[in-house]
């Protein structure tokens, strides 16, 4: 049986499952769908094709898609399949201090461009609204770094990719995204039927390690503006430095919260995600395993191999082993780790508390196994 939009919305977006990407809204072949309030809303007539649920990251196991990305088991049961470990941070000063941890992902994105190897990069911006993020299709260095630095509230990612292949006639598009926007834009090209004009257009996957984003209304609306009394508008950048969430102001000094003050803020869908490296990318990149002012990149793919030897061709990127440096891959593991364990202990409750599951943990039986934790550190990082 073909699952439709009908199920989509009984699997996903009632009960709250839905992370937002935008995929069904982008895939769908007669705009049936709109995102109302960062969640699919059916405006139109289904033609029940079952493309926006072949689509969705959140009606499959994450595993499942190894086979068939890699042809191969994980070479790393915690962080799956990677072929090179590196830290690496931006050469140039111009995109550090607009980026966060040393500027990696812009630095690559900028390089690409330049080299022809991609003609749009899908990115995560603003716009009317302080710090709500929005899907931007940059083409040009400048694009690239007005939206660069961590959002930490999910964006409509396959919306952006929808704009570049319709309105901009993009081919060769680089998708950046987290873990699970990631896994949205390889369904994209691997269910069936499928909406091949778009998936066909991805050129590039660089995932973000991530344990988790915030509703822009829950968290940034009423617990920072209306609890904290700190206007978004007067937030220069968000950061966390240890087990602190920084808010820095425009004018005036930091301030800083506890990262288990603010954890019940992040969404459902991430409390029981176990995917923090972004298993499925071409090239992860993120914070864990690499000191102050530096990204770990972890290469998985041939294409992520050649795409970074391209990148690195241009001259803006300072790269060492990720084993010449501290905490080095041990680091990128524990994060990862935690992430599976706080996933493991969200699950349990929600089974205790008789809440509705996702779809693929009802038909599947589930092992979700992690280290103890001791602290709450981590959330989405660039």
Request: glycine share 8%.
């Amino acid at each position: 049986m073909v699952k439709v939009w009908q199920h989509l919305a009984k699997d996903v977006v009632t009960p709250d499952y839905c992370i937002g990407c935008g995929s069904c809204v982008a895939t769908c072949p007669v705009q049936a769908l709109e995102r109302v309030n960062e969640k699919p809303a059916l405006k139109g007539v289904c033609i029940n094709c079952g493309i926006c649920y072949g689509t969705c990251p959140e009606v499959v196991d994450p595993n499942s898609l190894q086979m068939l990305v890699f042809g191969a088991p994980p070479n790393d049961e915690v962080l799956g399949t990677y072929r090179h470990a590196l830290s690496v941070e931006a050469t140039d000063s111009g995109i550090k201090i607009r980026s966060q941890d040393g500027g990696a992902v812009s630095a690559i994105l900028i390089s690409l461009l330049e080299a022809g190897y991609i003609d749009a990069a899908i990115v995560t911006g603003t716009r009317d609204l302080p710090w709500y993020p929005v899907a931007k299709v940059a083409t040009t260095p400048k694009e690239v770094l007005e939206c660069a630095g961590t959002k930490y509230s999910r964006g409509p990612t396959s919306l952006g990719l929808r704009e570049a292949v319709n309105m901009y006639y993009k081919k060769k598009v680089a998708i950046v995204g987290t873990p699970c926007q990631i896994i949205a834009s390889r369904r994209m090209g691997l269910s069936t039927p499928r909406n091949a004009h778009l998936s066909d257009a991805i050129k590039l996957r660089i995932g973000l390690f991530c344990s988790g984003v915030f509703k822009y209304e829950d968290f940034f609306k009423n617990f920072i503006e209306k609890n904290l009394q700190v206007p978004l508008a007067s937030v220069d950048k968000f950061d966390l430095k240890g087990e602190k969430f920084i808010i820095y102001l425009k004018h005036g000094p930091s301030k800083e919260l506890p990262l288990s003050e603010i954890r019940p803020y992040i969404d459902l869908p991430c409390r029981i995600c176990t995917n923090f490296s972004a298993e499925m990318a071409d090239i992860s990149i993120g914070y864990a395993g690499s000191p102050a002012g530096r990204s770990t990149v972890l290469i998985r793919t041939e294409l992520g191999e050649e795409a970074f030897a391209v990148a690195g061709g241009r001259g803006r990127l300072s790269v060492v082993d990720l084993a010449s440096v501290r905490p080095g891959l041990e680091g990128v593991r524990q994060e990862a780790l935690k992430k599976k364990a706080l996933a493991a202990q969200a699950i349990e409750a929600l089974r205790n508390e008789k809440k509705v599951l996702p779809v693929w943990m009802q038909e599947h039986a589930v092992e979700v196994s992690g280290e103890p934790v001791e602290s709450d550190k981590g959330i989405c990082q660039i």
